[in-house]
C-alpha cells in the first residue's frame, strides 16, 4: 500500500476544501451589490470533483494513510459518494432560492464545503481523535448555518440552541474517547477490539462506549437526545435543514457502525439493548410528534427522530446486513428529505413565508412539476413498492427479523402506519381544490438549477426503488469491509426485549 501517495486517501476532502477557500478568498474581491451565484457554481464544480474522486478512489487498494488515521475502503467511499451528492443537491437548491438581496451568500457556499469536508473525515477516519475533528469541522459549520436567518428572531436562537447543546453532545464524545483510551491505550478504531474480550472487559472502555453513543445519538436526533431538533429545524432555513438533516446524520451514522462493529464487536450485548431502546423510543416519539404539527417544517423535524429510529433497527441486527441495510436506508432518506425541502425552499423562498401544511393547499394545480415531486417524495416516505423509501426499510426490518428481533420489527412497522397520516395530510393538501392565496400565487417558475436538483433526488428515489442492486452492492461492499463484526455469533440471537 506504500506505493500509493498519501494525499490520494484524503483527494475528496481536499478538493472540498480548496474550493471552499478559494470561495473565502474571492468573495470580498467582488462588488459590494454583485451577484454571488457565480461562487456557487464554483462550489457546484468543486463538488463535482470531488464526487469524481470518490468514485475513483474504488480504483485503489483499501488501505490507510497519515499514520494510519485514515482508510479508504468501500464502506468509507460508499458514505463519501452520498455526501458529495447530497452537498451538490444542496447547493443547487440554494443557487434557485437565493435573490440579489440574501446576504451572506458566499460565506454560505463556503461554508457547505468546509462541512462536507469534515462529515467525509468522519466516514474515513480509523483514529477516535481525527474522528472528532472531522465532527467538530462539521459542527461548527452546521452551528453557523443554522442561524442564516439574522433577520428572523428564529434563525439565531436556532443556532444558539443548537450550539449550546451540540456543546454538549460534543464533551460527551469527546470524554468517552479519553475513557477508551484509559481502559485500552490507544484511540484506533480497528485496534481497540483486539485490546477488549467478552469475557473481561474494563468498565472504562463500557463507560466510554456509552458517552460516545450519546454524543452521536445527539447529532442524528435519536431519542432522548432529540430535543434540540424541532427548534433548529424550525429557525433554519429551508436549504439549510436539508442539509443537516441528511449528511450530518449519514456522517455520524457512518462513525457509530465502525465504532460499534469494528471497535466494540465483543461489547454488544451491552450496546444492543441500549440501541434496541433508543430506537423504539425515537420512533414512537418522532411519529406521535409529528401527528400534531401544523407547521411543515417541524413535522419533518419530528419524522426525522423517526428515521433515527428505524436506522437504529439496523444496527440491532447484529449483522452485515444490517450494516448494508442502514447504508442504503441513509441514501434513500436522503435523496427524498433533501428534494422535499428543495420544494420547500423555492415555494417560501430563503425567508420560509410557506410554514403550514394548509399553506401548500393547492399547490399541485398551481406547479404540476413541483406538486408532482411532493406527491413522490411522501409515498417514498410512506414506503410505498417502487420507491426507495419502500425498498430502505424493506431491507431495515429484513435484517431485523433475520436476527430475532420479532418486537421491535413490530413496532417499527406500526410506527410506519402512523407515519403514514401525516404524510398523506400533507399530499391531499397540495392537491386539494385550490383555493385564492397570495401567498401560493407568488411562487416563482422552476429555475434550471432547481430542475436539476428535483432531477437528481427524484431520479435516485426512483432507481433506489426499481432497480437497487448497484447501491445495495455497494452497501454491501461497505458492510463486508467491517469484517470484525463476523466474529458477533448472532445465530442464538434474541430480541433484547424479551
Known sequence: MTDVPQIYRILPEV?????????MLVEPLLAKNSSRKPLGWLAVLGTLASLAASNWQLQLPAGTAFYGTVQTDAYSVFFHVAIAGIVLATLLVTLDAATAETEGLGELFALICFGAVGMMLMTSGIELLLVFIGLEISSISTYIMAG????????PEAAIKYFLLGSFATAFFLYGIALIFG?????????????LTSSQTPILASIGLTMIIIGLGFKVSAAPFQVWTPDVYEGATSVVVGL?????????FAVLLRVLYVAFPALHNHWQPLLWGMAALSMTIGNLGALRQQNVKLMLAYSSIAYAGYLLVAFTALSQD??????FYTVSYAAMNVGIFAIFSHAGG??????????????????????????FFLISLIGIPFTGGFFGKFYVFASALHSGLVWLT?????NSGIAAYYYLRLLASAYSKPVHSDLLDGIPRVSIPLLFALLLTVATTLILGIVPGRVLAGAKAGANTLSPAAAIDIGGNTDAAK
Open 15 to 23: 478538493i472540498l476544501t480548496i474550493t471552499g477557500v478559494i470561495i
Open 148 to 155: 442564516f436567518r439574522k433577520k428572523s428572531a428564529k434563525g
Open 183 to 195: 481502559a485500552t491505550g490507544t484511540t484506533v478504531i480497528p485496534a481497540v477490539a483486539g485490546l
Open 244 to 252: 443537516m438533516s441528511t449528511a450530518p446524520k449519514a456522517a455520524a
Open 322 to 327: 444490517g450494516i448494508a441495510a442502514a447504508s
Open 350 to 375: 430563503m425567508g420560509d413565508r410557506l410554514t403550514l401544511i394548509q399553506d401548500y393547499r393547492g399547490l399541485a394545480y398551481r406547479s404540476p412539476l413541483l406538486g408532482g415531486a411532493l406527491a
Open 410 to 414: 413490530i413496532i417499527g412497522l406500526v
